[in-house]
């Protein structure tokens, strides 16, 4: 068996290069020679053309954002608007089948009159008030994004109002002419992930570097923020500081500059609502002789926590089943979300005295996944419900805590329903655990082109949702599609994903093995017809099943995919995962990550399944370099690998509806032809651009499976 190649031999790190010429230059090479063997036909025009028309649709859902002033603002893209506008109606407005919009910003005219290509991000607006807003605009779809602050009565950007260049910037309003920013200060201001280490109180009228500290982390953190509640008679402001992606440290910050800790569990999550405490546990926590269970949610007087008393009340404790999936509050009450098997429900929690009364919550359908999409719980009790399912297109419903519940949008059928079903089942892992995972598509058919996709990372589960582009462009056409619900995720809470933390990581992929090898016991497809595909950390999981399990699969699709686990932590936010994977500069998480890092266990003499790897010049989050240099590696061994790299789109892949139409076609088409018997022929060849120079005397080999 060869040995691992030493980091530093890595012959394809050139690729990291973002911009450098040899490597676009290959990314151009690559990426032609993708559009010329899947795009050419008539078939793939007409699968781009269906999907843009779901995401352009003009009778979708507007789905809308509460800000406390009664408006619902909404954020809008189609055909004609394709970088979009952002816009606020009326609640009257709103039901009418085609509301009356007030448009607050042109996207399109903004970019045309600055010569710069903006991607919608995020607005933040000012509390109590809702004159003034911070939005924050991004080049070409990138997590580092411009703030600019934005007069909402007068529609225009505040000429000299707070405004930040380009950076992965958290920025909050304190009051009008106050506001917290972390951002790049300069050298040494951002952690070794690029995020923000030290975080400033700002004032109107002065310049940045006049902004005061009042709180820094350490390089090694994962990042600083400060926030402020302006929730009348309740305001406060906090501090902290993420010492990994899992683990805070989070200080009330007094008037007089005083900081009180948050005794929390450094791993539970946080929450303040008036007089409320809210504890999310991601560990066991004993308490005054009582252990509260990981996933359990508690609440306490948050005046009497800091005191020092600890009167928990427990508001839900998970079991083998059922774990907690959300919660949101209205002025009054607490809707507590959690999943049962994966299948949602909801409830409603009232403080009573010393105790907290139940009862399920109005409008929620019982055959379908329901998600709080709003609430405002600055002024009363209202919430919207979003209801969908794999074959059920979404209902948005407006409901009112104790009172009546209305439809208020429903959104289009983009693809007949009838004759699929969906079925959920659960397949054996090689531990013994039960995986769940459901199946859509036509029950009667046996044996067909069947897309199975996973993500199992970060404890976020996958639900069941409607998705119009899968419906057309592969259930339409005969095909079946699989969400596997496997350990990593949030399926089942903080267990479900520690039991695939760090050197856990392995049972995540058995889970996903297994679920594909049931998929071929139950007639639902062979493995020369099952094709799989994940995005960021699903990329992984796809590197993982094509290195280590190529034989269960007929093709592969990897979307902005970590698959370079030795080097992954010293591209872009990679050091921020290390709670989630480990250390590679540590030999004892390196002994681990080696053995099934997919781009350091590409073997020649295996026949893999054919991949596409798809990613974006754009992505500051996951180094488009992963895709690369994993393309050059399969290619220099043989393999047959497609490649598709957009310069924009950031994470996301794409920009706008036309990218993401493109890069969804040309992942259905690619699949299509795999599975379904129409072979498209794509490049297998070496080029001048992938020589590698074998001086040095290391070899290229890979470990054997554990």
């Not at 960021?536 to 099943?545: D, F, I, K, R, Y």
């Amino acid at each position: 068996m060869a040995a691992l190649f030493d980091e530093g031999d890595d012959p394809y790190l050139w690729l990291e290069d973002l911009d450098g010429e040899r490597a676009a230059g290959w990314v151009r090479e690559r990426n032609a020679e993708t559009v010329a063997a899947l795009t050419g036909g008539e078939s793939f025009a007409a699968l781009r053309a269906e999907i843009r028309q779901v995401l352009d649709a003009e009778d979708r859902i507007p789905y809308p954002g509460w800000r406390g002033d009664g408006f619902y603002y909404n954020y809008w893209t189609d055909a004609a608007r394709p970088r979009g506008i952002w816009r606020r109606t009326t609640l009257e407005q709103y039901r009418r089948p085609e509301p009356e919009w007030d448009v607050l910003l042109d996207l399109d005219a903004l970019a045309a009159e600055e010569g710069e290509n903006w991607v919608w991000q995020q607005a933040t607006v000012l509390r109590p008030g809702y004159r003034r807003c911070l939005i924050s605009l991004s080049r070409g779809g990138a997590d580092a994004a411009v703030v600019r602050e934005f007069d909402l009565v007068r529609r225009a950007f505040v000429e000299d109002g707070f405004t930040l260049p380009e950076a992965k910037t958290d920025v909050c309003w304190i009051d009008a002419d106050h506001v917290f920013v972390g951002t790049d200060f300069g050298p040494g201001s951002l952690t070794s992930s690029g995020y923000p280490r030290v975080v400033k109180r700002w004032r109107r009228g002065t310049p940045l570097s006049e902004a005061v500290v009042v709180h820094e982390g350490r390089p090694d953190d994962v990042a600083v923020h400060a926030s402020h509640d302006p929730t009348p008679g309740f305001e406060r402001d906090f501090v902290g500081r993420s010492l990994d992606f899992y683990r805070s440290e989070s200080w009330l910050l007094t008037d007089a500059g005083e900081r009180i800790r948050i005794e929390v569990p450094e791993d539970a999550h946080w929450d303040v609502h008036r007089e409320w405490l809210l504890i999310r546990l991601r560990s066991p926590w004993p308490v005054d002789g009582v252990t509260h269970p990981a996933g359990a949610l508690l609440a306490t007087r948050f005046d009497a926590f800091l005191a020092g008393g600890r009167e928990l009340t427990v508001l839900f404790r998970p079991d083998d089943r059922t774990a907690l999936s959300g919660y949101a509050w209205t002025r009054h009450h607490l809707i507590l979300a959690t999943l049962v098997d994966v299948r949602s429900r909801l409830e409603v929690l009232t403080p009573d005295g010393p105790r907290w009364r139940r009862q399920p919550l109005a409008g929620v359908p019982a055959d379908a996944h329901s998600r709080i999409v709003e609430t405002d719980p600055d002024h009363g009790d209202a919430y919207l419900l979003d209801s969908e399912g794999f074959l059920t297109p979404a209902t948005l419903r407006l409901g009112q805590v104790g009172g009546a519940v209305e439809t208020l949008k429903r959104e289009p059928a983009f693809f007949d329903p009838d004759g699929l079903a969906v079925r959920q089942f659960f397949a054996t892992s090689a531990d013994g655990t039960r995986v769940p995972y459901f199946v859509v598509g036509d029950p009667d058919v046996a044996g067909g082109p069947t897309l199975l996709t996973g993500y199992g990372g970060y404890e976020i589960p996958l639900t069941p949702h409607h998705d119009g582009g899968i419906g057309r462009g592969w259930l339409a056409r005969g095909g079946s599609y699989v969400v596997a619900n496997i350990r990593g995720g949030g399926e089942y809470g903080p267990r479900w994903h520690h039991a695939a933390l760090r050197e856990r990581r392995p049972r995540a992929y058995e889970d996903f093995a297994a679920v594909a090898a049931e998929l071929v016991t139950r007639g639902i497809t062979t493995p020369e017809r099952l094709g799989i595909e994940g995005g960021s950390n699903g990329g992984l999981l796809m590197g993982v099943m094509l290195t280590r399990y190529p034989e269960l699969f007929g093709a592969v699709v990897a979307h902005v995919p970590v698959l370079d686990m030795r080097r992954y932590h010293r591209l872009l936010a990679g050091a921020s995962w290390m709670a989630e994977y480990g250390d590679p500069d540590r030999e004892a998480d390196w002994s681990y990550l080696r053995r099934y890092s997919p781009y350091h266990n590409v073997r020649s003499g295996r026949s893999y399944p054919p991949v596409l790897l798809v990613t974006s010049t754009r992505d500051d989050r996951v180094h488009p370099a992963h895709a690369r240099k994993m393309a050059a590696r399969l290619r220099e061994h043989g393999h047959e690998v497609a490649y598709y790299e957009n310069v924009e789109g950031g994470h996301g892949t794409a920009a706008n509806s036309e990218q993401r139409a493109f890069v969804w076609a040309l992942t259905l088409e690619f699949l299509w032809r795999k599975l379904a018997g129409r072979p498209a022929t794509l490049p297998r060849q070496v080029s001048s651009g992938d020589a590698v120079q074998r001086g040095g005397g290391f070899a290229w080999g890979a470990p054997a499976n554990p």
